[in-house]
């Protein structure tokens, strides 16, 4: 008898194409759900009270809304809710505030598979 593990509910937020599609890619091939694509931090709130993801992974330089101030919003509206931030280490500063916000991590760009699905899978399990 085996037992069946749901799988990781994501939602993934960056308005660079390239970065989202890799990303999926990386989550699908570790068994993981992408529930939703956004492309700034609107799309963030949307997907986030539409779809109820286990873990939202985001970017903190996306137009029309940044990553931080989404993230804030998101705690107002649950803040129990596990995001973890997407950065190059240029957003040193801006990793930082996210983290005094209530992140639960970050991923470093570029990112390596490996990390991706540890940082995720631990914070999932975890918190």
């Known amino acids: 008898m085996s037992i069946q593990l749901d799988k990781i509910r994501v939602?993934?937020?960056?308005?660079?194409?390239?970065?989202?599609?890799?990303?999926?890619?990386?989550?699908?091939?570790?068994?993981?759900?992408?529930?939703?694509v956004g492309r700034n931090g609107i799309d963030a709130l949307r997907f986030f009270k539409e779809y109820n993801p286990d873990i939202i992974t985001m970017d903190i330089n996306m137009p029309d809304m940044d990553g931080l101030s989404a993230l804030k919003l998101i705690h107002q509206i649950n803040p129990e809710a596990k995001v973890i931030i997407l950065s190059s280490m240029s957003s040193r500063e801006k990793v930082i505030d996210a983290m005094r916000e209530g992140a639960k991590g970050f991923i470093t760009k570029p990112f390596v598979s490996e990390k991706v699905v540890a940082i995720i899978t631990k914070t999932h399990y975890k918190g």
């Open 11 to 36: 939602l993934i937020v960056d308005d660079s194409e390239f970065v989202t599609r890799k990303l999926q890619d990386i989550l699908e091939k570790a068994n993981m759900d992408v529930v939703a």
